[in-house]
């Protein structure tokens, strides 16, 4: 039975190959999506699940001393001691912290970006990541150190590298380190980053502090606990004793807090996997529709052939078998097809959304679980649907001549350009609000270069480096400095007589940096050796209120205001320009090159040579400001991603339904299309005929889908002080964009139809 079950269906399928190619390719399409995201959102849900101790372990967080709304992760390393001492709940404590500047040296291989990080002995006792090789209770002492599978085979090309020596050096020192353990990947997502880890006591300490963990006696202690620790009048916190506030954030969520701004922690805001989740439904339900609705509309030309097997005394049960046998082979060979393409794009996946999937991944059992749950209801929805559609059929209507009429499910049709045409909507937006980012006026020049020191002796030499430079043809200014407007910048807390404070952000430099930057000036004059006030910004001014603010004093300082220049942008366009002060540094840590109107390739090829006359020792490392500045929209980049591409994904799929619907019922209606052509109807008579149903679904779509995208992108620019305005042609060219696809994919269907001969379209039915 299953045999001759077989016969018919692939018989079938090769008869209707175009109809039958388009369910597949719906079908793989979804699959395909469904496969990718549904691994993806395990993997980032399931961050840091496979730490045995992730329910006592607890991220500290402190309030923002500078006023922000926001939690920072820098605690005190002095916090770290008070916590152990004071507090029996609290088992262990962990710090760590990065260190800049470091090279790491096997012999003549020399690395100087790896991600070092300085961590307590306790590392292991509160994180399990996998030991490669080497042990966990002995790997982190004054003279080891601990490297990633990756950075072992980097610099000895094996793994088994116990008790070899590496060079570690900083401007200041040097060391020989033993290594003592191999840290493998983790098989699930890890929210820590690090190529190699030493203990605190290896390298005199950067930093006073850092990302702090608690592992508590108990998973249930930490509310209680931070009752006690920000009650006492005692604790310790960068504005003095008892005016700190902390926090404690489950380990399993320090993922998700975008109060985690470190270079060693990764990040992603909870809001994405919430899209992440809608968007693979919505594709899913776009192909799973696709796929129902095209496999009933199949039977339309097959009434003859159910007719006759009700006639012959077809049983029910006879029905769903040959039906569950029919939708096993399409999703079945969907299902396998996707599994080649996905195992293929997962690179690309990885490289476009910043993903760490591999393709072992797949055979986790929630992956498995979870595909095979959606593939078994996708497939019995679609059997109980096809034989309560066929047993409710009349043997004597099947075997009569076929209707003209094709009935597709006009809600789903709906729902689905719905989805494409919102989609659409927020693309357009997303595109035009990312191209505003990347030109719009931030009040200084974007095209900066920025060199920094090889450390703080070195900045001495900073100033025979600008001569340098500055005599290179495609330079236009250069500036010692320290800062830029959006990076690299310092904040202080200003305290006023009044018990208020206020938090201005702080740049300096020589006498060229307000024309490196092209700062404008609005009033007074540039500081210098001579004239050592300060400049201040139109937001400082207003936000005073100073009437003459030239000669009158910083608020909150002894320095007095020499210049006032216009607002300008820090940090990004997500915030509202803060109060600057400008002051005058004749020394600094960092180059500013103003470069506009030269290629960026060409003048990098220039300093790196320059670079290397004055510092041989150290490579050459640059920044853009450009560059950083985008990377302060990661969130939102990684958002247009997914948006844009399920966008193109939505609307291919929904061309797949509309070609198959658009194909069964040129199939259906092709008697008529010859009666009325031998009576005289013009082709435009066939185009409104064919596509007048399609054309009222697709504007009644637009109508719903406009509204909605309004709303959801409106609600996405509040993140943004400056962005674009939601007009007209936002929706005007998404309208374009569905309506053009839409008229596509139907004249494929249309053209066939108009130029068949009518005497044909009559003798064939």
């Known amino acids: 039975m299953i045999k001759q079950n077989l016969k018919l269906i692939l018989r079938n399928l090769w008869i209707n190959r175009i109809y039958s190619s388009a369910i597949l390719l719906s079908l793989v399409t979804g699959f395909v999506c469904t496969n990718i995201l549904v691994s993806f959102l395990v993997f980032e849900t399931n961050t840091d699940t496979f730490h045995s101790k992730r329910d006592r372990i607890f991220q500290v967080f402190s309030n923002d001393p500078f006023g922000g709304n926001g939690r920072i992760t820098f605690v005190p390393r002095y916090f770290f001691e008070y ?30 970006d790896f991600n070092v990080l300085s961590v307590d002995s306790s590392f292991f006792t509160l994180f399990d990541f996998p030991l490669h090789r080497g042990r966990k ?85 930490g509310e209680s606990l931070l009752k006690k620790i920000n009650s006492d009048a005692e604790r310790p916190g960068l504005i003095g004793p008892g005016k700190t506030e902390y926090f404690f954030i489950p380990l399993v969520k320090s993922y998700f807090s975008t109060d985690n701004k470190t270079s060693y922690i990764k990040t992603r805001n909870p809001m994405f996997l919430t899209v992440g989740y809608v968007v693979c439904g919505l594709v899913f339900f776009i192909a799973s529709f696709n796929f129902i609705n095209l496999f009933l509309l199949s039977w339309q030309n097959r009434k003859k052939e159910i007719g006759i097997k009700k006639t012959l005394g077809v049983t029910r049960r006879d029905l769903f078998s040959f039906s569950i046998t029919e939708a096993g082979v399409y999703v079945f060979t969907g299902f396998l097809l996707s599994l080649i393409i996905t195992y293929s794009i997962i690179p690309v996946f990885n490289n476009v959304f910043e993903a760490n999937l591999s393709l072992a991944y797949f055979l986790n059992v929630k992956i498995i679980t979870l595909i095979g749950v959606v593939l078994f209801f996708t497939g019995m929805l679609v059997v109980m649907l096809s034989v309560s559609k066929q047993w409710k059929m009349k043997p004597v209507s099947l075997i009569a001549t076929n209707s003209s009429k094709v009935k597709f499910n006009r809600l789903f049709f709906t729902i689905q350009f719905v989805i494409a045409i919102t989609l659409a909507v927020c693309s357009v937006t997303i595109v035009k609000q990312m191209h505003y980012i990347k030109n719009a006026s931030l009040g200084f020049n974007r095209q900066i270069i920025q060199l920094d020191a090889p450390g703080e002796e070195f900045t001495p030499a900073l100033s025979f480096l600008k001569q340098k430079i500055i005599q290179l043809p495609d330079v236009n200014n250069v500036s010692v400095c320290n800062g830029n407007p959006i990076f690299g910048n310092m904040i202080v807390r200003y305290d006023l007589d009044n018990e208020q404070f206020y938090t201005p952000y702080l740049f300096g430099g020589d006498e060229d940096y307000l024309k490196a930057l092209d700062l404008k000036l609005i009033a007074g004059e540039l500081p210098s050796e001579k004239n050592n006030g300060k400049v201040v910004n139109q937001k400082l001014v207003k936000q005073f209120d100073l009437e003459n603010p030239i000669g009158d004093y910083v608020p909150g300082t002894q320095d007095k205001i020499v210049g006032v220049v216009e607002d300008f942008t820090c940090g990004s366009f997500k915030q509202d320009i803060p109060p600057a002060i400008i002051s005058f540094y004749k020394d600094g840590r960092s180059i500013l090159i103003d470069y506009r109107g030269s290629n960026l390739s060409t003048i990098l090829t220039k300093l790196r040579e320059a670079w290397t006359s004055v510092f041989p020792d150290y490579s050459f490392h640059h920044r853009v400001i450009q560059e950083e500045l985008m990377k302060k929209y990661k969130e939102e980049t990684f958002f247009y991603k997914i948006i844009i591409t399920f966008s193109i994904i939505s609307m291919v799929l929904s061309c797949f339904g509309l070609f198959a619907l658009s194909w069964a019922v040129v199939q259906s209606r092709t008697k008529e299309m010859g009666i009325r052509k031998v009576l005289g109807a013009t082709p435009i008579d066939i185009l409104n005929l064919l596509t007048l149903t399609f054309t009222k679904r697709i504007i009644l779509a637009f109508l719903i889908a406009a509204p909605v995208g309004y709303y959801l992108m409106n609600q996405w620019l509040t993140r943004f002080t400056n962005k674009i305005e939601l007009d007209i042609w936002i929706f005007c060219i998404s309208a374009v964009m569905v309506t053009f696809t839409a008229f596509v994919t139907l004249s494929l269907q249309i053209v066939r139809a108009i130029m068949t001969n009518p005497i044909d379209e009559i003798r064939n039915d």
């Open 137 to 221: 209770d002995h790997s982190l002492s004054n003279n080891e150190i601990v490297l990633s599978k990756e950075k072992a085979l980097a610099l000895f090309g094996n793994v088994n590298v116990l008790g070899s020596m590496l060079t570690i050096s900083t401007p200041d020192t040097t060391r020989e380190l033993i290594v003592s353990a191999v840290v493998d990947r983790p098989v699930e997502n890890s929210h820590l980053y690090f190529d190699a880890l030493i203990h605190h006591s290896t390298l005199p300490p950067q930093s006073n502090g850092g990302a702090t963990y608690a592992l508590l006696t108990r998973a249930d202690a």
């Open 83 to 112: 916590l152990t001492t004071n507090y029996p709940e609290v088992q262990n404590v962990c710090q760590l912290f990065d260190l800049n500047g470091i090279v790491v040296k096997n012999g003549t291989t020399k690395f100087d």
